[in-house]
């Protein structure tokens, strides 16, 4: 069986965002493998220590995404392929890309962020899905795989919770409460230097255009109020600005 | 022709199909309004919607899957000859409209503020980076677009259209559910509350959520939890706000033992007013808060709930 | 183009693992264990488990054989989370060292081999009471007898002495003979007569167990000696040019921590309507702090490097022990300044920064030694 994740980079929760030129700037800021697609790096890997075969990491993206993959690589993937395209490209666009390379690849199931942590996109594994011809469940907690053929799986709805049965090959994309990722481990990061990361180069024109990024923080007011001494008096006074100042009890 | 996607109970058109129906109208240079509704016994539905638009489908295709509803999508959008597709912004909606987009070889643009068009080009507002940044986007026709909740007026009833039913092929390979697990539900909605108080770690136990039910009540809003705290075992995950949960936006926010993570944040950092009660001066909730104050959870709550009592009789 | 500080791709992989480690499982759990002044095993295990613990060891006995450069990128991640902490990793490649440089193929595989395999450690067992960096004064007595030696003495303030798999007991067989009568030998775990008490009430480094080890009529087998008798002097003294390289990169970390603990907190707090960092005053000593981590992370590496190229580095791994050790004691100390009453606080992580960092310029060699390292190295070339 072959399991496939696709992965990309974003910036470290903790990093401060910059705007430079309308744009954010990702200078200096600290890149990681973004959260939800590692659930689908651990999951795939996971999924091929269970089942053999092969678990591979994909990305399209900038040649910095590398650094992403070779993470994967460390935690276990057995190869990454790299498609490599720099400038913003919509998830619509990416998918139909990436799905080029998936159907040659032929695995049981592809495995996806379900949200990411830079674009705030829920949209690439569904187009995925749509352009490989396959299902997709999303926001996937469990998966259970029965035979080659068809895996049983629970997803979170908008609200409540959902145990589907789909037929394989499939697309998911991760949520909270999936696995709890593995470190790469210093094994694993000198193995990974040995295995395959094959890059292609693309051109890909993107459907959407990001004109403009700001940040709009809200202008907070930052009162303090030392609740330490007398916190009968700070609750009072709190309630009494909500009620009074802010008026919204 | 911009069709309208409508979300539905089965009996009556949701809010945010409303919002949709507004935004599809500040597209109307783009071209005329037609409505879809996707499911099984539309008949009340459509009924409903055709008081809004001029032509309303209706794709009987049975219960949902990603699957089905980008079919019947696709299918009316064929049929009117569809150039933008908008819809009402939710993980379910999220997840069908992406595999429309790419079955129309359209923009995808998620989750917008707001939107508007140029004569050419759809341009759209949203937040990106975790809802710390907001970007402007454009596009070319044809653009599939989800409108976040709540941020457009509902449209009014306007003139009395036809409805037309629509045959939709039932796409091949497709999820089948097994079994719905309802979410626990106690009083108001989160995601409409307009008072949320939230508990975090720094409240120690499942225990002590009962003083932030009471405050909740007390002050007519809903329950919200942190993800350590869903993770915990201490509330369901139903309650959780941030960013694998749910995105909220109160009049006023109370987070309670939260220290504020940058996941957190995302699910609450566009709230009207923020307030924290923490015992870490430095917790990261501090940055955003309108009234915090800094002391033990433990001892501020009872107050809280005290003074909060006192206010209302 | 022969100067080049770029890292390798592997190298950066090494950083961002240590780093997160470094903050995800040492930092959250630092101040605890320092409070309860006890070994963290727990983390040691997940050192372990990710590959961090003993890496030093070559690939052939089952280790990943890093490089001295790799153990200052890995030392600065670790000590930045925790200075105890790394104090216990280091101070088993302290005691891996001398059967490294010393030991016969044989000896690596059975000494070293069974610390890849689970969390283990190994240490160094030099100091004793009565002499501390005067190495050639030793008294403990080692006695040969049969095919062995019986041992007899105790040595004090042994990082991880009563843990780990074995110590490498230096030893006297002739007072006398002075330097030259030292041997070096390999005291196994639970070897009869052979007992280790915890020390407590360190100031710092509390996460790391010190101990005072007690030999009494302690029989260690001849295929248990490292190199030669008359040996051990030396191989102490090429053993610690060596670790103190990992000494530096550790307070290379300390005062990373205090220049960022330092920063943040000068952003936040505000004194007479502005956050303090708009102070000159603060912002002096912010700049000293960056003047120092950065000259004494750059040395750090340069010592580093002399010692993969197996050129001579005493000298410089002095240098870079003292230095690194002084600028990283300046730093937290500055850092408590700048935050004032609440750097004087354990709430705050300032203060442990300041207890840590003070044993860095005392053990392995104290600064003073260093000094009479670097001088005899200017006088003698």
């Keep these: 069986m072959k399991f496939i994740a696709v992965l990309r980079q974003v910036p470290d929760n903790e990093a401060k965002l910059k705007i430079e030129g309308g744009q954010v700037s990702l200078g200096g800021v600290t890149l990681i493998l973004d959260g939800m697609d590692e659930w689908a790096v651990e999951e795939v890997i996971r999924l091929k220590e269970a089942h053999g075969g092969e678990a591979v990491v994909m990305a399209l993206g900038p040649e910095r995404f590398e650094e992403a993959l070779r993470t994967a690589l460390a935690m276990g993937a057995d190869r990454a392929v790299h498609l490599v395209a720099e400038g913003y490209v919509d998830p619509i666009s990416q998918a139909q890309h990436l799905a080029e390379t998936i159907r040659e690849e032929a695995p049981t199931l592809v495995f996806t962020g379900g949200q990411q942590a830079d674009w705030d996109s829920q949209a690439l594994g569904p187009a995925l899905a749509e352009a490989l011809g396959w299902p997709v469940v999303t926001w996937t907690t469990q998966l259970e795989l029965e035979g080659e053929t068809q895996a049983k799986a629970k997803h979170d709805l908008d609200e409540g919770a959902e145990l589907v049965r789909v037929p394989l090959p499939a697309v998911f994309t991760s949520q909270q409460g999936l696995n709890e990722p593995r470190y790469p481990t210093l094994p694993g990061i000198m193995k990974a230097k040995k295995k395959e990361l094959r890059k292609v180069p693309l051109s890909v024109q993107s459907k959407v255009e990001v004109l403009e990024q700001t940040i709009q923080e809200r202008q907070r007011l930052n009162q303090v109020i030392d609740g330490s001494k007398d916190p009968v008096a700070a609750a009072n006074q709190l309630i009494r600005l909500l009620h009074e100042e802010a008026k919204v009890i | 022709m911009i069709l309208v996607i409508l979300d539905h109970d089965g009996s009556h058109l949701r809010k945010g199909a409303l919002e949709a129906i507004a935004r599809a109208r500040q597209l109307s240079s783009l071209g005329n309004l037609a409505g879809l509704v996707i499911g099984e016994n539309l008949g009340a539905v459509a009924e409903e919607a055709r008081n809004y638009l001029p032509t309303v489908y209706t794709a009987e295709v049975g219960s949902y899957t990603p699957e089905r509803w980008a079919a019947a999508a696709y299918a009316a959008v064929q049929k009117s000859g569809a150039q ?37 080009r759809v341009l759209a507002s949203r937040y990106s980076f975790l809802n710390r940044v907001t970007e402007k986007q454009a596009a070319h026709l044809p653009v599939v677009l989800t ?7 509902p449209a009014e009833p306007q003139g009395q259209g036809g409805i037309e039913a629509l045959t939709v092929e039932q ?15 106690k009083g108001v909605s989160l995601s409409e ?3 949320v108080v939230t508990g975090g770690r720094g409240l120690g136990s499942a225990e002590a959520f009962a003083g932030v039910e009471a405050l909740a009540s007390v002050l007519g809003g809903a329950v919200g939890a942190t993800r350590a705290v869903v993770d915990a075992g201490w509330r369901p995950y139903g309650e959780q706000v941030g960013q694998t949960g749910k995105t909220v936006q109160p009049s006023v926010y109370i987070a309670l033992g939260v220290s504020g993570a940058v996941q957190h944040q995302a699910g609450m950092n566009k709230s ?7 015992k870490d001066a430095e917790a990261p909730i501090f940055k955003i808060t309108d009234y915090g104050v800094v002391g033990d959870v433990h001892q501020v709550l009872p107050a809280l709930l005290e003074a909060a009592k006192k206010l209302k009789d | 183009m022969a100067i080049d500080f770029t890292l390798s791709e592997e190298q950066k992989q090494l950083q961002a693992l240590a780093r997160r480690f470094a903050k995800e499982q040492i930092a959250p759990v630092a101040a605890l264990y320092d409070a309860k002044e006890e070994m963290p095993w727990p983390v040691i295990e997940k050192l372990h488990g990710v590959g961090l613990l003993n890496a030093v060891i070559p690939e052939e006995y089952g280790g990943l054989g890093l490089s001295m450069v790799d153990e200052v990128i890995l030392g600065e991640e670790l000590a930045w989370g925790c200075m105890g902490i790394y104090t216990i990793a280091m101070a088993s490649d302290l005691g891996i060292t001398p059967v490294l440089l010393a030991g016969s193929s044989e000896q690596k595989e059975r ?19 009565g002499n501390g960096s005067d190495a050639a004064a030793l008294r403990t007595r080692a006695v040969k007898s049969g095919d062995g030696y019986i041992l007899n003495g105790s040595k004090t303030w042994i990082t991880n002495g009563g ?20 041997v070096a030998l390999v005291v196994d775990k639970g070897t009869p007569g052979f007992r280790a008490h915890k020390l407590h009430g360190k100031m710092g480094q509390r996460a790391s167990a010190t101990y005072e080890l007690v030999f009494e009529e302690c029989w260690v087998p001849a295929e248990n000696l490292l190199g030669q008798e008359g040996d051990g002097f030396k191989l102490a003294m090429n053993t610690l040019d060596k670790t103190r390289i990992p000494v530096a990169a550790g307070s290379v970390g300390v005062a990373r921590r205090a220049l960022e603990e330092s920063t943040k907190y000068a952003k936040e707090r505000e004194a007479f309507g502005q956050p303090i960092a708009q102070f000159q005053a603060v912002q002096f000593k912010l700049a000293e702090m960056l003047m120092g981590l950065e000259t004494a992370r750059a040395y750090t590496y340069y010592a580093a490097w002399l010692t993969d190229q197996k050129l001579p580095q005493a000298h410089a791994a002095a240098i870079a022990k003292a230095y690194a050790s002084e600028i990283a004691f300046d730093a937290a100390n500055q850092a408590i300044q700048i935050h004032g009453g609440f750097g004087y606080m354990q709430e705050y992580p300032v203060e442990k920064l300041l207890r840590d960092v003070k044993l860095n310029q005392i053990y392995e060699g104290t600064n003073e030694i260093q000094r009479l390292i670097i001088a005899r190295h200017i006088l003698n070339s």
Aim: hydrophobic content about 45%; aromatic content about 6%; cysteine-free.
């Design chain 2, 84 to 120: 933008v597709v908008v819809v009402a912004s939710s993980r379910q909606s999220r997840t069908w409209t992406a595999r429309l987009a790419l079955k129309m070889n359209a923009a995808l643009l998620e989750d917008t503020l707001e939107s508007s068009t140029d004569g050419s």
């Design chain 2, 147 to 153: 409108a976040k909740p709540n941020t457009t007026p």
């Design chain 2, 171 to 185: 796409p091949g390979a497709q999820v089948e559910v097994l079994e719905r697990v309802a979410e626990q539900k």
């Design chain 2, 193 to 195: 509350a307009t008072v």
């Design chain 2, 272 to 278: 009207k007013y923020i307030v924290a009660v923490n």
């Design chain 3, 111 to 129: 000494f070293l081999r069974k610390l890849t395999q689970k969390p283990s450690l190994a240490a160094f067992g030099l100091s004793e009471p």
């Design chain 3, 163 to 182: 843990d780990a798999e074995f110590v490498v007991v230096f030893a006297t067989v002739n007072p006398e003979a002075r330097h030259k009568g030292v």
